[in-house]
Structure formats: structure tokens, C-alpha cells
């Protein structure tokens, strides 16, 4: 997944170039498995793709709420990516277009610093003056319109489906149109 999510954060940088010869189209490789999965659409990458930058203001809650809806998870520690952790005026996170977390220093409301860490040994390896964030996961809830969703689910019929799995379908479904968390939701 990750992998994925790498590739497509490097198409878009790429497409917001300009493509005007052949040697700077991009050649992807992949298995035909990963190249059918459903993914993120380029329009939700573009509009949860944000940049940080050294010296910017920011409100702490907004944007850990924004980190949510992403999918990214709240852990004590930052370990892989797809996860944030919050103490006080420092944010790290592990955006899976980054071999490495980062760790934010705040000064207030605005970002003091922003340095590139090893996970196993929570030590700085170098600063950056910015740090770009994409989606952590391939489908986004948060981002779907619920209502074309809840349309589409009332027509199923799970009639045919062992009480078990109809039962499972619907909390799942219920758990989405509410905005939790669905295990395996790829």
C-alpha cells in the first residue's frame, strides 16, 4: 500500500510539470495485482496533499483533524508510516511519501523546525524546510460522499447472505456513514 500510495504522490508531482517529451513520461512497473487495486483518485491526492513548511502558522487541532481524515493513526510513537503522535508543541509524523517520520517543533502556532528522524532510534538525521503529506491510506471515507454511498448500499440485497456476514455488512456500513474506523476497510 504504501508503495502505491510512493508512486502515485510521484505521478502527481510529476503531472504538475510538464510532460512535453517522451523521455519525462514516467514507467511504472508493477504487478498486474497491485495495478487493478482500487486507490486513492488523483482529486482526493491533490486535495489532501498539503505542504509544511519552516516558519508557517497553523492551528494543532485543525490539523491533526485533517491527519484523521486522511487516515493516518494516532500512536504513543511513530514507527510506520501512516501514523502521528502529539505531545505538547511537538508533532511527528510518517507520511508514506517518506522513507523517514518527521518530527514538527512548534513555537506557539507556528513550526520552529522541521526534522527527518530514524523511528528505531528517535535521533535527527537531517532538517528540512519542508514536508509534503498525502493521503495514509487508498480509500478515505472522510472524503466520500456519504449519500451516494448510503443510496447505493440501501439497494443491496443481502436477503442471501448468512445473518452473520449481513449483520457484519451493515454495522460496517453504519460505522462509515458515522466517520469510525473500519478494520480492513481495503
Known amino acids: 500500500r504504501n508503495q502505491r500510495l510512493l508512486t502515485l504522490a510521484g505521478l502527481n508531482q510529476r503531472s504538475l510539470g510538464s510532460l512535453k517529451t517522451p523521455e519525462s513520461f514516467p514507467l511504472v512497473v508493477a504487478s498486474t495485482a497491485a495495478a487493478i487495486r482500487k486507490t486513492v ?15 508557517a502558522k497553523l492551528r494543532v487541532s485543525d490539523l491533526l483533524s485533517r491527519w484523521v481524515g486522511l487516515g493516518y493513526q494516532r500512536e504513543d510513537s511513530v514507527e510506520v508510516p501512516g501514523s502521528f503522535s502529539s505531545r505538547g508543541g511537538i508533532l ?6 517518506s522513507h523517514l517520520p518527521a518530527r514538527i517543533e512548534l513555537w506557539g502556532d507556528e513550526i520552529d ?5 530514524d523511528p528505531a532510534t528517535q535521533r ?18 472522510s472524503m466520500a ?21 449481513r449483520e457484519r455488512f451493515e454495522d460496517e456500513l453504519e460505522a462509515l456513514a458515522s466517520g469510525r474506523d473500519v478494520e480492513d476497510l481495503d
Open 124 to 141: 535527527s538525521v537531517t532538517s528540512v524546510d519542508r514536508l509534503d503529506i498525502i493521503p495514509a491510506r487508498e480509500i478515505l471515507p
Open 92 to 97: 511527528d509524523i510518517f507520511p508514506p511519501s
Open 113 to 117: 523546525s522541521i526534522r527527518v528522524f
Open 145 to 165: 460522499d456519504l449519500r451516494s454511498i448510503s443510496e447505493a448500499a440501501s439497494q443491496l440485497d443481502l436477503t442471501g447472505c448468512h445473518p452473520d456476514v
Open 41 to 55: 483518485s488523483p482529486q482526493v491526492l491533490g486535495v489532501g496533499w498539503h505542504t509544511l513548511e519552516v516558519g
